[in-house]
């Protein structure tokens, strides 16, 4: 008996320390407030394709920074339809989602589908490490919550739209806009719109459109269904969505000087093999 109680003591004590380790977390982290300053700037660090990390300002002195009233609303309902459907009805985080990836990860027995929520998503973007720990888990929850309390629905979209990653150190909608269409965000079709979002799961791997341009068009055209069904687009805005053809002259752009590097590189170092 001896040994049961003091068995129970110590993982009753091991409990309360781990406990009280969270609690000393949360109680270290930022305040969210300042966020609802239109002209506040934060300076993040994101990461390159490489893993490098790179300062990035979060706000107005950002030249690539986009206020919500410059964002398309379909820009804005395509990435509400790609990451998070439930937004504008849960408070931070999405339970349903969660019981719904838990089910999907359990049946395909790996962790195949999140279930962060835009809010979610922001919090560990702005303060977070990418560590993938219970506690820091705990802490996006937890800022999260504290965001959808003192944050406007409008101005945590906002702030998501100008910290998604959408390319090799392209981030934000500003960004995004010039890096793939060479025009502001403010001139995004419906149909470039979606073309965006549908990235969202993954710009780098899975929904990387120099690699897997037939898989991003494939999820646009399912976003662009999602978008008439909820009315966001009439029949007629959506038939013109379906039958345009994205213009990714920025983005080749992009692919002819990357391939043009990569050869008078590969040249350089031949020649030099031969010195």
């Known amino acids: 008996m001896k040994v049961v109680k003091w068995l129970a003591v110590i993982v009753l004590g091991g409990i309360f320390l781990y406990a009280a380790w969270i609690g000393v ?9 300042g966020l609802t300053d239109p002209k506040m700037n934060l300076t993040i660090q994101v990461k390159d394709w490489r893993g ?8 107005p002195r950002n030249a690539w920074w ?11 309902w395509a990435v509400i339809v790609a990451e998070d459907a439930n937004f504008y009805r849960h408070e931070g985080i999405d339970t349903r989602a969660i019981k719904n990836a ?14 962060s929520t835009i809010t979610q998503q922001v919090a560990k ?9 219970i506690i820091r888990k705990i802490e996006e929850i937890y800022l999260a919550k504290r965001m ?7 101005r945590i979209l906002e702030l998501y739209l100008n910290i998604v990653e959408l390319g090799p150190m392209v981030y934000g909608i500003g960004h995004g806009a010039h890096f793939y269409f060479d025009k502001p965000a403010a001139d995004l079709t419906p149909r470039e719109c979606a073309f965006l979002a549908a990235m969202l799961p993954g710009p780098q ?10 898989r991003v068009l494939k999820r646009s055209d399912m976003i662009l269904g999602v978008l008439r ?3 966001v687009l009439s029949e007629a805005e959506y038939r013109i969505a379906m039958a345009e053809t994205p213009d990714i002259r920025g983005m080749q752009k992009k692919v002819d000087r990357s391939f043009a590097g990569k050869v008078r590189k590969f040249f350089k170092n031949l020649f030099g093999l031969f010195r």
Request: aromatic share 10%; no cysteine.
């Open 205 to 214: 791997k899975v929904f990387n459109p120099y690699r897997h341009l037939d």
């Open 125 to 133: 973007n702005l303060y977070l490490s990418r560590e993938k720990t």
């Open 66 to 76: 986009t206020g919500s009233e410059n964002i398309p609303p379909e820009m804005k």
């Open 52 to 59: 490098n990390l790179h300062p990035f300002v979060v706000g």
């Open 102 to 115: 838990i089910r999907y990860n359990l049946e395909k027995k790996r962790f195949a589908r999140g279930a």
């Open 229 to 231: 069904q909820k009315g």
């Open 148 to 154: 959808e309390r003192e944050l406007t629905k409008g």
């Open 25 to 33: 977390a949360l109680y270290r982290l930022p305040p969210v407030a």
